[in-house]
C-alpha cells in the first residue's frame, strides 16, 4: 500500500519532530518518515442521507483518500547483533480536506503503534496493529484497496475499523519456509474483570510460488473493552473468513477473492470478487473489478459493485488517477462506493467518479 519511503534519519528536520514526540534516534538506530498524502474529487449521482435512508441527491465535492489512505508514520529498527532487530512503528490518519485525522480510530497514531523483535524466528509486534485478516484482504483485493470501488468500502461499511486496527494486540508472524508463512494475533480487551470483552483474534496463511500467491485468514471479534472508546470504536462483534488467490503473468495480475463478515444482530455479508490489473506502460496501469454481495441471512439483501481505474505516474512518488464505479443495491444492503463521503449507498443503481492526485514520501 506504500510506495518508496525515502529515509531522513539523519536530517534537521526528523530530529526536530523526533525530538518534539520524545523519541530519541540513535546513532546505530535507523529512523524512516514515510507518509501518502491523497486528495481527490467525488461525484455520485446518488448520496444516502445518514438519518433516513433515503436518496439525498447528486453531491460532487473534495474528498481525501480518493485512491488511497493519507497518513504519515516513523518506523525503525536497531541492529541488535546475531541477526535479532528491535523495530517499531507510530502511523497517523491525515483528513487532507480539513487536516483532521481519518482513515484510522480517530486518534493521533490511531493506525498503527506498535514495538516489536525481528530475526530467524519470526516477527513478534506489541501494540495497536492491523490483523493478519485485514492484510490478507490487502493482499487479494482486485483493485489493490483502492479507497474507491473496492473491497474497502464493502469492509469497512460493515464493521469500521475493527480488524483493521486491532489495539491492546500481540502478534506473531512466523518466516517463510518452502514459501509458506503464518500468522497469528490476540487482541486483549483490556477490562478488568472481563476477559471476553473486547477480545479478538486472528490467524493467517499465505503461500506464495513463483507468480502464484494463495492467502487464507479468519477473525473473531467481541464487543466492549477499552478500544470501544475510541473515537472510531473498533470492537465491532463480527467473525471474518477470507480466501483469495492472485496470479502475475508479466504486466498482467489477475485476482480473485471470497470474504465473509457474520455481524451479531446484522448482515452476514458473503462477498465475491474478481478483477486484474495490467501495465500498459511503466508509467500507466489501468485495473477494473467486480464484487457481488449477499446477505446469508437474507437472498433479498444484495448488490453488484463494478469499479474501474487509470493511474498515470509523473515520478516514482507522485501519481495522477480516475476512477469509474457503478454500484445496485437491492433489498437492505447498502453497499457504498466510496470509503470517504460515500460510505453506504442508497436501494438502485449509483454511479460514481473520482479524480485526484496521490504523492508518496
Known sequence: MRSQHRCISGSFLLGALLGSIGITAHAQSNVTLYGIVDAGILYTSKTRDGATGANDGRQIGLITGGSSASFFGLKGT?????????????????DVSNGGFAD???????????????????TVKAGLQYSPFALSIITTDPRSVSYF??????????????????????SYTSPRIAGLQGSAMLAMGGTAGNFQAGRQYSGRLNYQFGQFTIDAAMYSGNPGGSAASTPTP???AFSGRTIGAAYRFDALTV?????NYKIAGSFDSRVFGGGLSYDVTPAVNVDAGVWLTRDGNDSNNHSIMAATGVRYSLSKATSLYGQLGFVDNHGLM???????????????????????????F
Open 78 to 94: 536497531e541492529d541488535l547483533g546475531d541477526g535479532l532487530k528491535a523495530i517499531f512503528q507510530l502511523e497517523s490518519g491525515i
Open 334 to 360: 447498502d453497499t457504498g462506493l466510496s470509503t470517504n463521503d460515500a460510505l453506504y449507498g442508497v436501494k438502485g443503481s449509483t454511479f460514481g467518479a473520482d479524480i485526484g492526485i496521490r504523492h508518496s
Open 234 to 236: 473498533s470492537t465491532v
Open 104 to 122: 484510522s480510530n480517530g486518534n493521533f497514531f490511531g493506525r498503527q503503534a506498535w514495538v516489536g523483535m525481528t530475526g530467524g524466528f519470526g
Open 149 to 170: 470501488g473496492s473491497g474497502v468500502p464493502i469492509a469497512i461499511g460493515r464493521v469500521l475499523v475493527t480488524g483493521v486496527y486491532n489495539a491492546n494486540a500481540i
Open 255 to 259: 485476482k480473485a477473492v471470497f470474504a
